[in-house]
């Protein structure tokens, strides 16, 4: 053995002794893959489509917390998940209605446009978009209609996820139950400043509120006790068409918050062209301005 040998380890080695040590400890292997993946301490990211992704899911799917995903003007025919990930996907100015109009995501009819079904946490935010051409998840057992039915045309939220939605534009979809949002009434979400226009479905045009009596109400959400219900606020909901509740469906012990929103020119088949509340619905409903439903 020469000198250099003598008392040497290699790299390799020490690699090798390090694993074994942190394996002891109690790491396991997919701890030290995921710390490999996503080293402590980076700075959030700014991610570009299509400049550097083609598309907003690839850039989704690339996103770690707190990254914030740019897409520019252009239609992007898409069906997005957020996949429990809290980041941001905007459209570059969200605040500008021209811009709004001219960032659209688009369904083609092959189910939500946008999900939110992983629990997705306040920091999940979607803004500045055209969310059209959706035909809704497809959903088993509903009691309300003794089969399966297609739910949130435009958007889907499920249990316990609490994205914020704001400043969008959502038209032009259809589902079976929320055409243009279908949200469980224990889901966290914060609808504001969005409209929500010419969507058709059988249970909530625009918006269809439903309870999920399998989860609890009193659950800690998020580490910061009991959390706010499904709130829309701000929000102007028109000209939608439905069989019951053609602006907004709120039933199966639904509890939502309806406040400051304008609800117009919708029109029900049956039954609540502004608001259908019913199956034992109790919601906080507030300062809306409702008129010319039918």
């Not at 053609?246 to 049956?270: K, L, Q, T």
Request: net charge neutral; charged share 20%.
């Amino acid at each position: 053995m020469t000198g250099e040998e003598d008392g040497a380890v290699d790299a390799g080695t020490l690699g090798q002794l390090l694993v074994l040590f942190l394996l002891a400890a109690g790491v396991t292997a997919a701890a030290l893959r995921l710390r490999r993946l996503k080293p402590a301490g980076l700075p959030p990211r700014s991610l570009q489509v299509p400049a550097e992704y083609a598309s907003i899911q690839a850039a989704i799917d690339a996103a770690s917390p707190g990254d914030t995903v740019v897409v520019a003007p252009g239609v992007y025919r898409e069906n997005l998940d957020f996949m429990g990930k809290g980041i941001t996907v905007t459209g570059r100015q969200p605040a500008d209605a021209t811009m709004v109009a001219a960032t659209i995501i688009d369904g083609d009819q092959k189910g939500a446009v946008v999900t939110f079904n992983s629990c997705e946490p306040p920091e999940a935010v979607l803004c500045g978009f055209t969310i059209t051409n959706g035909s809704g998840q497809l959903e088993f057992s509903l009691n309300v209609l003794g089969s399966s039915a297609r739910a949130g045309g435009g958007i889907r939220i499920g249990s316990e996820s609490g994205p914020v939605i704001r400043n969008n534009v959502i038209t032009g979809n259809r589902a079976d139950l929320g055409g243009g949002v279908y949200a469980c009434s224990i889901s966290l979400a914060l609808l504001e400043d969005n409209c929500i226009t010419e969507n058709q479905a059988l249970l909530g045009g625009g918006v269809r509120v439903a309870g999920d009596f399998r989860k609890s109400r009193t659950r800690d959400h998020y580490g910061q006790g009991q959390a706010l219900p499904f709130q829309l606020r701000r929000c102007t909901v028109s000209h939608n068409r439905a069989s019951i509740g053609a602006g907004i469906s709120i039933d199966r012990v639904s509890s939502p918050v309806i406040v400051d929103n304008s609800i117009h020119h919708n029109v029900a088949v049956w039954d609540g062209g502004g608001i259908a509340i019913w199956d034992r619905s109790s919601p906080e409903v507030r300062g809306n301005r409702i008129s010319c439903n039918r």
